[in-house]
């Protein structure tokens, strides 16, 4: 029988395998961990939208100012028409005082009143038409509500055409995502 010296592998050749998968590893280790913890960042940006559209949503169903025609829109606050009195539009960017006090969640009327002044809501306070706290829907998440005037957008001539709403989300992470839309006073 005739004997072949060179079967298997050396005790040098295992060690130095060992090493290098042990580097391999090492740097398959390092790249991935940094993913795996950002893997959660796009379920986190679907949810962050889904409660920005659920806010600007409710607000663009609402009446542009809270001079406008409710009832149909049929004229346009600070419009011009012979015959007709229209009051121009309110410069004043916040809820409307009702009675001696701020409107309610429940009372808003126009998009002026979602405006929050920079405030971040969140948990019970982030509620919607019903005066339903939707925050326990959105854990850990908070939102801001900026209303502006932005007519310069649009049309330079000065007159009340849009305003912008902001809807600044904030999410678990402490990320910070801006959806915006545009109310035209139509």
């Known amino acids: 029988m005739v004997y072949n010296a060179h079967r298997g ?32 960042d796009p379920v986190m ?3 962050a939208a889904e409660l920005a559209q659920t806010l600007l949503n409710e607000a663009l169903a609402k009446s ?9 829109s049929r004229w346009r606050c600070g419009e011009s028409i012979a015959g007709l009195t229209i009051a121009s539009c309110t410069t004043r960017i916040g809820p409307d005082m009702v009675g001696g006090s701020l409107e ?50 649009f049309d330079d001539s000065g007159t009340d055409v849009a305003k912008r709403i902001d809807v600044t989300i904030r999410g678990p992470s402490g990320r910070e995502l801006v959806f915006s839309a545009y109310r035209g006073n139509y």
């Not at 405006?115 to 919607?128: K, M, P, V, W």
Request: no cysteine; aromatic share 8%.
């Open 64 to 72: 542009y100012d809270h001079n406008s025609d409710h009832n149909g």
């Open 104 to 153: 309610t969640r429940t009372q808003f009327n126009d998009i002026d009143d979602f405006d929050t002044a920079g405030a971040f809501l969140a948990g019970d306070d982030l509620l919607n038409s019903s005066g339903d706290a939707i925050g326990p829907l959105y854990p850990n998440f908070s939102a801001a509500i900026a209303v502006s005037h932005d007519a310069a957008a």
């Open 9 to 40: 592998f050396t005790l040098v050749e295992i060690v130095i395998s060992i090493v290098v998968m042990g580097i391999a590893l090492l740097i398959v280790t390092s790249v991935m961990a940094p993913q795996a913890r950002n893997s959660v």
């Open 45 to 47: 940006d679907v949810k």
